[in-house]
């Protein structure tokens, strides 16, 4: 039987003047992608973190600098977070997140065709949802709603695309307090 992963550790809040340690807690928070380890961390090194008194306000801290990027930026961003279904390549929070409950194959078949669908309707995007508990396969029926408001023509609009790219910031900001909160 494997070794499940070990749960990674948060360093200590003055710790994180160091970029490394930066890098490491913001990593753990809301995964690693490009765009968080060459814009954010630099943007946050260079902040007063005296002002940040825990990990929540450090969090805020962070969604208010990503919330200030370009929408490419953003769309970077988010897209460090594993597709929903994926079982492969996963940190190890999020590997603890998706494996809380057995998931039978033709729900993980109809995530990745979901998955598939909306990256064609929304270019540069991946579809993220604060799961908070509940089944792939609840999951997969939120998703399709989503799905069935847009695919009359099959064209969304910038409106609709940057809509789209808020809410999954402000879910990414959701799964991120939500980690912080088992880590504590």
């Keep these: 039987m494997p070794t499940p992963p070990q749960t990674p ?3 200590p809040l003055a710790a994180l003047a160091n970029e490394g340690q930066l890098a490491d807690a913001l990593s753990i928070l809301f995964e690693p ?3 968080l380890l060459e814009k954010l961390v630099p943007a946050i090194h260079a902040q007063p973190l005296q ?3 825990s990990y929540e306000t450090f969090i805020d801290l962070a969604l208010s600098i990503i919330s200030s990027w370009p929408k490419e930026d953003r769309a970077s961003f988010i897209s460090g977070h594993p597709r929903i279904g994926e079982v492969k390549n ?6 603890a997140e998706q494996a809380r409950t057995a998931t039978p ?3 993980l078949e109809r995530l990745g ?3 598939e669908e909306y990256e064609t309707l929304y270019p540069r995007l991946r579809y993220i949802t604060f799961v908070n508990g509940r089944s792939r396969a609840q999951v ?3 998703m399709e709603e989503r799905l069935q408001r847009v695919r009359g023509d099959g064209q969304v609009d910038e409106r609709e695309w ?3 790219l808020m809410r999954a910031v402000v879910d990414v900001g959701k799964i991120a307090k939500s980690r912080l909160s088992v880590l504590l």
Excluded: H
């Design 33 to 35: 992608s490009p765009a």
């Design 162 to 164: 940057e809509g789209e």
């Design 140 to 142: 997969a029926d939120e």
């Design 51 to 53: 002002r940040v008194e």
């Design 9 to 11: 550790k948060l360093p």
């Design 105 to 107: 194959p033709e729900v």
């Design 113 to 115: 065709r979901q998955n």
């Design 90 to 95: 996963l940190s190890a929070l999020s590997a």
